[in-house]
T-cell receptor
Framework: GAGVSQSPSNKVTEKGKDVELRCDPISGHTALYWYRQSLGQGLEFLIYFQGNSAPDKSGLPSDRFSAERTGGSVSTLTIQRTQQEDSAVYLC??????????????FGSGTRLTVV | GIQVEQSPPDLILQEGANSTLRCNFSDSVNNLQWFHQNPWGQLINLFYIPSGTKQNGRLSATTVATERYSLLYISSSQTTDSGVYFCAPNAGNMLTFGGGTRLMVKP
């Protein structure tokens, strides 16, 4: 597509429920990133996918968080047993080549998650 | 990991004024981007600038990688420039974001 698409744009869930957030990167972009932005804060790295390589999961805050990327394209971020502190905007970005000197990130509009 | 400090944290300008935003980082980097987050939350890539100087209209950016800092210049500011400006250097697999500079341009 023309840009990075994320869905849903807003999600309200009850504490303890599982949620799935979707990211559809720009066609042809091999690198995909998930970040989290809490209210009034900067962006916190969560996970990075590059092609068929094993993902860099070093930013995931707990084992309740997981992500997958199917066929090198669409990615799903899953949060199990959601807690109130999980409330944030979850942002996805893609780039032509992760770590490349020549290409920048393009971000989606994000999913605003509210856990009540 | 790399540490990123942005200054000032908050800035209020009168429309038409110029400003300089600064980003200091703690390690050598192979990539650095500046982003503008508009009031609706969308992050817009302003510059990809691992070194040197680039200009785009009223905005320009300079990165001095050897001294580990980058500057974003905004000239003749407009109300539409309001929002948060993030610096994000890359020293590994991903960009690390600073805390941002929150800019408000008053008419």
């Amino acid at each position: 597509g023309a840009g990075v698409s994320q869905s849903p744009s807003n999600k309200v869930t009850e504490k303890g429920k599982d949620v799935e957030l979707r990211c559809d990167p720009i066609s042809g972009h091999t690198a995909l990133y998930w970040y989290r932005q809490s209210l009034g804060q900067g962006l916190e790295f969560l996970i990075y996918f590059q092609g068929n390589s094993a993902p860099d999961k070093s930013g995931l805050p707990s084992d309740r968080f997981s992500a997958e990327r199917t066929g090198g394209s669409v990615s799903t971020l899953t949060i199990q047993r959601t807690q109130q502190e999980d409330s944030a905007v979850y942002l996805c970005a893609s780039s032509l080549n992760g770590g490349s000197l020549n290409y920048g990130y393009t971000f989606g509009s994000g999913t605003r998650l509210t856990v009540v | 990991g790399i540490q990123v400090e942005q200054s000032p944290p908050d800035l209020i300008l009168q429309e038409g004024a110029n400003s300089t935003l600064r980003c200091n980082f703690s390690d050598s980097v192979n990539n650095l981007q500046w982003f503008h987050q508009n009031p609706w939350g969308q992050l817009i890539n302003l510059f990809y600038i691992p070194s040197g100087t680039k200009q785009n209209g009223r905005l320009s950016a300079t990165t001095v990688a050897t001294e580990r800092y980058s500057l974003l210049y905004i000239s003749s500011s407009q109300t539409t420039d309001s929002g948060v400006y993030f610096c994000a250097p890359n020293a590994g697999n991903m960009l690390t974001f600073g805390g941002g500079t929150r800019l408000m341009v008053k008419p």
